[in-house]
C-alpha cells in the first residue's frame, strides 16, 4: 500500500490504526507493507517513531481490556512501513516508487488534498505504476473531497477514468465505514418486519440529522471555501438517504447496491433553494463552555458568509416515496453530537381513542442511532396501567453494546480491507458521487449570485429558527437534538 500523505494526520489519526486492527484481526499477508510518500522532513525511523507514539495514544483511549500496544502486533507492521521523501509532481518520485513496487499488488492511498487527486494519477499512469496484468492489480483511493460542485465532481472522475478503468477506482466516503450505516441495509432487507412498512402508504416523512459540537476546529482555511452543504450532503448525507430509500439490491455485489444508490440518488429533485435554510454559528456556549462564534475561529474571514448549518426538504419521485418529504439537517457547534435517522410513521386511525387528548398519542417513530450512540429505538403508545384507559409514550431500544461485542474500530478497518480483496461495495462509484452534487447543484448556483440568507445561531443551539419554520410550514417539527 502505497500512501501519499504519508506523513500527515489522516495516515497518522485513521490509517495506520486501521490498518494495525487488521493485523490484531489477522488479515494481512506477509507480503504486506506500506510505502509512505511525503514531502515532509521524515525518514524511516522517525516515522516509525512518531508512528509509534500516536499509536500509544491511540490504543490508550481504549476501553481497558485492549488499552496496550499489541507489541509483537505493532511490530510486525512498523517493520512493513518504510518512508519515501518526494514531491507529489515530480517525476523522479514516481520512477523510485516503480522500483520499489515492482510486480505487486499495489494500493495507492491518495490521503492528499484534492488538487493532487488528478496530477498524482496522471504521473502513475505515466510510470506504468496503473497498469494491471493477470496477475496484479492496481487500484487507487480517493479520499474527499471530490469535487466542488457537480461540474468539477465531473471533470475529476473524467480525469480519473481517463487513465484508470472504474474497476480500479475507489472512492471513500467514510460514513460507509461505520457499523451502524451498514447495518441499514442489514435491518431492513434481513427482517421480515420493516420492508412492508417502508413505503408512502406508512410512513409520514423522514428526518436525518448530522449534529455536530465541533467547530471547524483547525480546518478554517478549507471550510471557509466548502461550508456545511458541501462538506457533508452530496457525500455523506446522500449516502445515508441511499442507504434508507433504496430498493432492495439483488445481491452484495458491488454493482448490484451501486446501482440501486443510483437509480435512487437520481429521482431525488433537485434542491430547490426555497428549500434550505442556511445558518452560521455566533458565540455562545455548550455544556457550560464558552465558544466563539464561526467569524472568530482561526482562518476565518471576520465577515465570512460561509454556513456552518444546513437544513433542508427533499423529495424522492419514485412509486416508493413519492409525497414523502427527506427533512435534513446538518451543522457544527449545535447542542449535542448526534447523527440518525429517523423514520415517522402515519398515526394509527385514532377512532377507539377519540377522546384521548392529542398530546397523549405518541407518534410511531423509529430512530437508527448512528453515533455517538448506536443501535434502533422504537417509540409508541402504550396503556397506562390503572383503572382508565389512558395512554403514554413509550420507547423500545436496541443498543449494539448489549447484543454485540464490538471490536477495535476506527471506522476504516472494513474499507481498506474490502479495498484490498477488492469488493467496492462500500465505495461509491463515479455515478453516485455526481447524482449527489447534482441534487443540491441548484441551490449552489443560487447562492453563488448572491441569493441566500445566512441565519446565525447561537452555538449549543439546535440551529436556527429558520430551520423549524421550514418543518413548522408543512404542520411538523424536528425531533428534539438532546
Ligand atoms: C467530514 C467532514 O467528512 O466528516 C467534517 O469534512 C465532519 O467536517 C466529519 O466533521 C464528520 O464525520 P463523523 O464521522 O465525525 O460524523
Not at 106 to 115: E, T
Request: aromatic residues 10%; negative net charge.
Amino acid at each position: 500500500m502505497v500512501i501519499f500523505g504519508g506523513g500527515g494526520d489522516l495516515t497518522r489519526r485513521l490509517l495506520v490504526p486501521a490498518i494495525y486492527n487488521l493485523v490484531g484481526a489477522g488479515l494481512l499477508d506477509e507480503g504486506f507493507s506500506i510505502i509512505a510518500v511525503d514531502w515532509s522532513d521524515l525518514d524511516d525511523e522517525r516515522l516509525r517513531e512518531q508512528l509509534t507514539q500516536t499509536m500509544r495514544e491511540f490504543v490508550a483511549k481504549r476501553r481497558a481490556s485492549a488499552a496496550a500496544l499489541n507489541e509483537e502486533n505493532w511490530d510486525w507492521l512498523s517493520q512493513r512501513i518504510s518512508f519515501l521523501r518526494g514531491a507529489f509532481d515530480d517525476a523522479k518520485t514516481y520512477q523510485t516508487l516503480s522500483s520499489l513496487c515492482g510486480v505487486g499488488n499495489c494500493v495507492f492511498y491518495l490521503a492528499v488534498a484534492a488538487r493532487f487527486f488528478a496530477p498524482i494519477v496522471a504521473q502513475l499512469e505515466a510510470a506504468g505504476l496503473t497498469r494491471e496484468t493477470e496477475s496484479r492489480f492496481r487500484r487507487v483511493v480517493v479520499e474527499k473531497p471530490f469535487g466542488s460542485d457537480l461540474a468539477s465532481a465531473k471533470a475529476l472522475n473524467a480525469q480519473l477514468l481517463n487513465v484508470l478503468d472504474e474497476s480500479q477506482i475507489y472512492r471513500i466516503d467514510h460514513y460507509l465505514g461505520k457499523e451502524t450505516v451498514q447495518n441499514i441495509l442489514a435491518l431492513r432487507f434481513s427482517n421480515g418486519f420493516f420492508e412492508p412498512l417502508w413505503n408512502r402508504q406508512n410512513i409520514d416523512h423522514v428526518q436525518i440529522t448530522a449534529a455536530e459540537t465541533v467547530g471547524v476546529e483547525k480546518r478554517g482555511r478549507f471550510y471557509e471555501t466548502t461550508g456545511a452543504l458541501r462538506d457533508m450532503v452530496p457525500n455523506h448525507i446522500m449516502q445515508l438517504l441511499a442507504m434508507v430509500a433504496m430498493e432492495a439490491p439483488i445481491s452484495f455485489d458491488a454493482d448490484a447496491v451501486r446501482d440501486e444508490k443510483s437509480k435512487v440518488l437520481a429521482a431525488v429533485h433537485e434542491l430547490a433553494p426555497g428549500d434550505v435554510v442556511r445558518g452560521q454559528y455566533t458565540e455562545g456556549s455548550i455544556a457550560g463552555r464558552p465558544m466563539p462564534g464561526y467569524r472568530g475561529e482561526p482562518d476565518v474571514s471576520p465577515d465570512s458568509e460561509t454556513e456552518t448549518f444546513v437544513a433542508m426538504k427533499l423529495t424522492i419521485d419514485n412509486w416508493r416515496w413519492a409525497g414523502v418529504p427527506f427533512y435534513v439537517r446538518t451543522g457544527k457547534r449545535l447542542t449535542t453530537r448526534k447523527t440518525e435517522i429517523a423514520i415517522h410513521f402515519k398515526s394509527a386511525p385514532y377512532a377507539l381513542f377519540r377522546d384521548t387528548p392529542v398530546e397523549q398519542l405518541t407518534p410511531n417513530i423509529m430512530v437508527m442511532q448512528i453515533q455517538p450512540s448506536e443501535g434502533v429505538t422504537m417509540q409508541f403508545s402504550a396503556k397506562v396501567p390503572g383503572p382508565t384507559v389512558k395512554l403514554g409514550g413509550v420507547r423500545m431500544k436496541f443498543d449494539y453494546a448489549d447484543w454485540f461485542q464490538e471490536g477495535p474500530s476506527t471506522g476504516y478497518e472494513t474499507l481498506i480491507y474490502d479495498c484490498l480483496i477488492g469488493d467496492a461495495t462500500l465505495f461509491q462509484r463515479a455515478d453516485n458521487v455526481e447524482a449527489g452534487w447534482a441534487v443540491v447543484q441548484p441551490a449552489l448556483d443560487a447562492w453563488s449570485d448572491g441569493h441566500s440568507t445566512l441565519h446565525p445561531y447561537a452555538a449549543g443551539k439546535a440551529g436556527p429558527d429558520a430551520a423549524d419554520a421550514l418543518l413548522a410550514r408543512d404542520g411538523r417539527h424536528w425531533l428534539r437534538l438532546n
